[in-house]
């Protein structure tokens, strides 16, 4: 494909409902959309990154800025597939969220032009992907437990929760108290320190499907003493920014599963190579989420085809963040909490033009 112009866009989303992690609250999204044309065919992405650098050292400013500067001249007018663009960018070092929108529009444009819809043209065996739930932290355990009988009445098949130091062991026993059987998981998203092993070690007891990025964001040493300390297998996020930080990861026996989002590890290219490396080692993956719109949450549902996507996602209904979606279908999800990746083109999924121009609050082309 001939990657002819870029088009950055910023909306802004309010959520359903307010999102609480260890790190933040947030109530709206500033969403930064990427559309690739080539040969008069468009793709869509999203570049997954926050107003403000609490998840990751990204934000919507650099990665507007690393696309516009420097990313989008590395490739501007050349002859490229998809699957090349990752190396291509490889002189930038890191910004993985920015080179994500990039890469991951100009594969959905790929897929339309061979026609084909995206989750095949990845490579893709699995046409129904299992889902999960993200809940924030709530105020009261009371409120927690109505959250999660919601998302169990609604077929999602795990139930995630974040929480934090002080905001955890009581949760987690009420959930377990009321729900004993359910799939569940913990992410602390960093909040704990090394000393905080013992304690994480109490967690033995509510039979955890796993405990997300307990430790800091660039502790993989820190983790591998708890996974050595726990029976509870421990799932990295924050750490895994890459093909050779999941390796260090499992070689080192700081993790028994990873989750992969597009955003932090660059896109599909370098997502694959990480998926097939796990696949090799034998290591689960799942797909993460940052709360994304419609455009992004399009491309990990295709993402999470792959073959070794085998535990379900924070791959969630558009309805569940967002009052009206900006992707025509919304994302629907079963009652069995599966989504079915559409047959149609690309990522399967119809930006809804007027909707995006209505909320475009800046918006920039690139030639
Ligand atoms: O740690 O997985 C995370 C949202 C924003 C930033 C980090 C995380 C999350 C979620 C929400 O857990 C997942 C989703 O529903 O999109
Ligand atoms: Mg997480």
């Known amino acids: 494909m001939r990657l002819d112009q870029v088009t950055l866009r910023e909306i802004r989303l309010r959520l359903v409902k307010p999102f609480e992690t260890s790190f933040d609250r947030a ?13 008069g065919i468009s793709g869509w992405a999203e570049a997954t990154v926050d107003a403000d650098p609490f998840y990751s050292y990204e934000t919507i400013e650099t990665a507007w800025h690393i696309i516009r500067d420097f990313l989008w001249p590395m490739v501007r007018g050349r002859e490229l597939a998809a699957a090349d663009i990752w190396d291509s960018l490889a002189r930038v070092r890191g910004h993985n969220m920015a080179k994500g929108g990039l890469e ?7 897929a339309r032009q061979k026609n084909l819809p995206l989750w095949r043209h990845l490579g893709g065996t699995r046409q129904e992907i299992p889902c999960g739930v993200s809940i924030g932290i709530k105020p009261t355990d009371a409120e927690l437990i109505d959250a999660v009988a919601e998302e169990l ?14 905001r955890d062991v009581e949760p987690l026993a009420a959930l377990r108290e009321r729900f004993p059987r359910i799939r569940l998981m913990g992410d602390a998203n ?3 320190r090394p000393s905080d092993i013992p304690h994480l070690k109490t967690f033995e007891r509510f039979f955890l499907m796993m405990l997300e990025q307990p430790l800091a964001y660039d502790d993989l040493y820190a983790h591998r003493e708890l996974q050595q300390a726990t029976s509870t297998p421990i799932c990295l996020d924050e750490c895994i920014h ?9 070689e080192l026996g700081a993790c028994k599963i990873i989750n992969i989002k597009l955003g932090r590890v660059g896109g599909h290219t370098a997502a694959r190579r990480i998926h097939d490396l796990c696949r090799d080692r034998s290591i689960p993956v799942w797909c993460g989420g940052m709360l994304e719109s419609g455009i992004g949450r399009a491309h990990n549902i ?11 996602g ?6 569940r963040y967002w009052h009206e979606d900006i992707i025509d279908p919304p994302v629907e999800v079963s009652q069995q909490g599966t989504i079915l990746a559409p047959d149609r083109p690309g990522s399967g999924f119809a930006p809804k033009l007027d909707m ?7 918006h920039e082309v690139l030639r």
């Open 27 to 39: 109530d709206e999204r500033r969403v930064l959309l990427v559309e690739v044309q080539s040969s």
């Open 104 to 110: 991951t529009a100009a594969w959905d444009a790929e």
């Open 153 to 166: 009445r609604a077929g999602y098949q795990r139930i995630k929760v974040k929480i934090k130091r002080g």
């Open 190 to 192: 960093c909040d704990y």
């Open 242 to 250: 890459s093909w050779a930080h999941a390796r260090a990861a499992i």
């Open 302 to 312: 295709a993402m999470s085809t792959l073959e070794n996507f085998t535990l379900p």
């Open 314 to 319: 924070d791959v969630s209904a558009s309805k």
């Open 356 to 362: 995006i121009e209505r909320l475009t609050v800046r």
